[in-house]
């Protein structure tokens, strides 16, 4: 597998369902995102973890748990979802240097397109 | 609060056309300016970033321009090719955010035989 691959790559569940989205990326890099995206609404990033670390929550509600268990693998728990929150959800990766501010090029994976009944 | 916006929303052209994408931001604080293209149903395939102290950036057919202080970058697609149809994104990263990207809602682009 090269790049950031994505699995499932499409999820139907129901509001009382739990899942997961897995997210892997075969690049060598440390940082790591998950990003939403609706229709006809501009991609919002969600999550961001460097180096393992989560650093950045963007008011994402806490139906959504993010895991990065190390750098190349990051999963999105899901549970209680509301039909608004069906989407296709991208994961992506970037190298980072340590403590530095990151200019580097994010690498995205297909997506899971998730149906919340 | 940094904004994007990408017009026009939709666009059909010829083969072998020359076109323009436009993009711009109300923010002129970013370390870079990156164009997505993303096929239907599909994630995002990089296509070029530029750096904020960078004027242009190419890729075969693809010429990307930044002016950071109008707040502006244009992609520009030359010869275009029934498989350039795809949705093409632009996003930048502001100052201060580490490679937090902020993206427009794409131009829908169709290139017809």
């Known amino acids: 597998e090269t790049g950031v691959t994505q699995t499932p790559r499409h999820l139907v569940m129901g509001m009382t369902n739990k899942k997961s989205l897995k997210c892997e990326q075969h690049?060598?890099?440390?940082?790591m995102y998950w990003y939403k995206q609706s229709a006809k609404k501009p991609l919002e990033l969600m999550f961001v973890?460097?180096?393992?670390?989560?650093?950045e929550n963007n008011s994402v509600p806490s139906r959504f748990s993010p895991e990065c268990p190390n750098s190349s693998h990051l999963f999105l728990h899901l549970h209680t979802l509301q039909p608004e929150d069906s989407a296709l959800y991208l994961c992506?990766?970037?190298?980072?240097?340590?403590?530095?501010?990151?200019?580097?090029?994010?690498?995205f994976g297909p997506g899971t397109r998730l149906t919340v009944l | 609060k940094q904004e994007v916006t990408q017009i026009p929303a939709a666009l059909s052209v010829p083969e072998g056309e020359n076109l323009v994408l436009n993009c711009s931001f109300t923010?002129?604080?970013?370390?870079?300016l990156q164009w997505f293209r993303q096929d239907p149903g599909k994630g995002l395939t990089s296509l070029l970033l530029?750096?904020?102290?960078?004027r242009e950036q190419t890729s075969g057919r693809l010429n990307a321009s930044l002016d950071k202080s109008s707040g502006r970058s244009t992609l520009y697609i030359a010869a275009s090719q029934p498989g350039d149809s795809a949705t093409y994104l632009c996003?930048?990263?502001?100052?201060?955010?580490?490679?937090?990207?902020?993206f427009g809602t794409g131009t829908r682009l169709q290139v017809t035989l």
């Open positions: 992506a990766s970037s190298q980072l240097v340590w403590r530095t501010i990151g200019v580097y090029e994010q690498f």
């Open positions: 690049l060598g890099h440390n940082a």
């Open positions: 996003a930048v990263v502001n100052t201060g955010t580490a490679s937090k990207l902020t």
């Open positions: 530029i750096q904020s102290s960078q």
């Open positions: 973890y460097n180096f393992k670390e989560q650093t």
């Open positions: 923010d002129s604080a970013i370390y870079n």
